[in-house]
């Protein structure tokens, strides 16, 4: 009785389906677990790609900034050694070898990138999580079913541009200031980081741009867009990080310096010092580096002289006489007080040559520029750690680029246009974006 009481009772067990599972509900739960293996490790690729475009960009940016003033090997190094912060080797593999940072040049149109090992202009940085990099991006629940790595390989390209404004144009930190009856023409650029003001009967060509952070902050009289002709087309939202200003320092440092990239190449080595009050054309000598120290801290050019070809280093306040023109030289002063370089009339900076190549000329101070009536600029280019004023009838139709650390004023009467060529030599420094 005992074994048959036994035998039912393993009987019913076996048909019992309490608890059990069909065919189909199987591979329901199969199904639901892939999908969830695969959701889980597709958001970890993503996780671990987003990662990886972040180091590339570092990367990219990193060696462009760099690629400025340094060796394309020394920017690979500092490419590198971003990397390694953002994404460090002993992790994550080596995800960048130096054969993965390549310089070259980019086109916009094409948007395409070559490689020109010679090239400041671009840059194009490979960042590899790859099997045959031996670092892949490896899966979990996705491992179940045989699918155990990623490859994942990301691309980034930085270009250094010189922004049109900085080429040519007015560009101020503080406001740019100008009174009326001013013409500017098609491609000239006037930028504030504060605000641009303006009075009435300015002319604006199409093609011009008038821009600051905030359009709100425009000033100008309650009728300033009927009596400022072209103003509103020209007006665009901007702001920028001013990089030549704090520059202006290094530039005055090594501007007399042979093989600086601030060294102009009409200069043959040679040095001459000045220690007088006034300077004439007797005391300048074309291709050297002159270095001008004043007993009573202010200088004159005398009238009517022509600097041609030289470097004019000093801490003197400097006055350039009436007729002085400036041609292919570089003039600069740590001078900081607001008139360290100034004229009384008729100062000519650049040579008049209708945009040619060559004869342009650059004024840098620590301190300040201020400018009598009948200021003629050609291809040449003011900085200044402080204001630039001058007054009327000023003429840069011939190319101008001023650029101050405060404001620019301008009064009235004054042409101002694109000149493209000829401005070879002005200092520039680069701005850096991401094109790809």
């Known amino acids: 009785m005992s074994s048959r009481r036994e035998f039912r009772s393993w009987l019913n067990r076996a048909r019992d389906d309490e608890g059990g599972i069909s065919l189909y509900g199987l591979l329901l739960t199969v199904s639901v677990a892939m999908i969830g293996g695969y959701a889980i490790d597709v958001s970890n690729v993503m996780t671990d790609r987003t990662l990886l475009q972040n180091s590339a960009d570092a990367a990219a940016h990193a060696a462009i900034l760099t690629r400025e003033y340094e060796t394309a090997d020394v920017a690979r190094v500092e490419a590198l050694s971003v990397t390694e912060e953002n994404m460090p080797g002993d992790f994550f593999g080596g995800v960048l070898d130096t054969t993965d940072i390549v310089f070259g040049t980019w086109n916009g149109i094409t948007r395409t990138f070559v490689a020109n090992a010679a090239s400041r202009g671009a840059v194009q940085v490979v960042l590899n999580q790859t099997s045959d990099n031996s670092n892949p991006v490896k899966t979990y629940l996705l491992d179940l079913v045989g699918f155990n790595l990623w490859d994942v390989s990301v691309t980034s390209t930085f270009i250094a541009y010189d922004p049109t404004c900085f080429m040519e144009?007015?560009?101020?930190d503080d406001v740019v200031d100008l009174q009326s009856n001013n013409a500017f023409f098609n491609g000239f650029c006037i930028h504030s980081n504060t605000h641009v003001s303006m009075n009435s009967n300015n002319y604006f060509e199409p093609g011009t741009v008038v821009s600051m952070p905030d359009l709100a902050d425009l000033d100008v009289p309650n009728s300033g867009f009927e009596t400022n002709e072209g103003l509103q087309d020209a007006l665009r939202v901007g702001s920028y990080h001013i990089r030549i200003v704090q520059r202006i320092d290094e530039i005055i440092a090594l501007v007399d310096e042979p093989g600086s990239i601030y060294y102009p190449d009409y200069i043959a080595g040679a040095t001459r010092r000045l220690n007088k009050n006034t300077i004439a054309a007797s005391d300048i000598m074309s291709g050297r580096v002159h270095y001008w120290?004043?007993?009573?801290?202010?200088?004159?050019?005398?009238?009517?002289?022509l600097v041609q070809n030289v470097v004019i280093v000093s801490d003197c306040e400097i006055k350039f006489g009436s007729g002085v023109q400036v041609?292919?030289?570089?003039?600069?002063t740590?001078?900081?007080?607001?008139k360290s370089f100034n004229s009384p009339s008729g100062f000519i900076l650049g040579k008049n040559d209708n945009c040619a190549v060559g004869g342009g000329s650059q004024l840098v101070t620590m301190g300040g520029m201020n400018f009598a009536a009948n200021l003629e600029v050609y291809g040449s280019q003011l900085l200044a750690v402080g204001d630039i004023e001058f007054a009327a009838r000023a003429d840069g139709m011939q190319g101008t680029a001023m650029v101050s650390g405060s404001t620019i004023s301008g009064t009235s009467n004054m042409s101002m246009?694109?000149?493209?060529?000829?401005?070879?030599?002005n200092f520039q420094s680069k701005y850096f974006r991401m094109v790809n």
């Not at 144009?169 to 101020?172: K, M, P, S, Y």
């Not at 740590?334 to 607001?338: C, L, W």
């Not at 246009?417 to 030599?425: K, P, V």
């Open 334 to 338: 740590t001078n900081t007080s607001a």
């Open 327 to 332: 041609e292919n030289s570089v003039i600069v």
């Open 169 to 172: 144009g007015f560009v101020a």
């Open 417 to 425: 246009g694109l000149c493209e060529t000829g401005m070879e030599d």
């Open 293 to 305: 120290t004043c007993p009573s801290g202010r200088g004159t050019v005398a009238n009517g002289t």
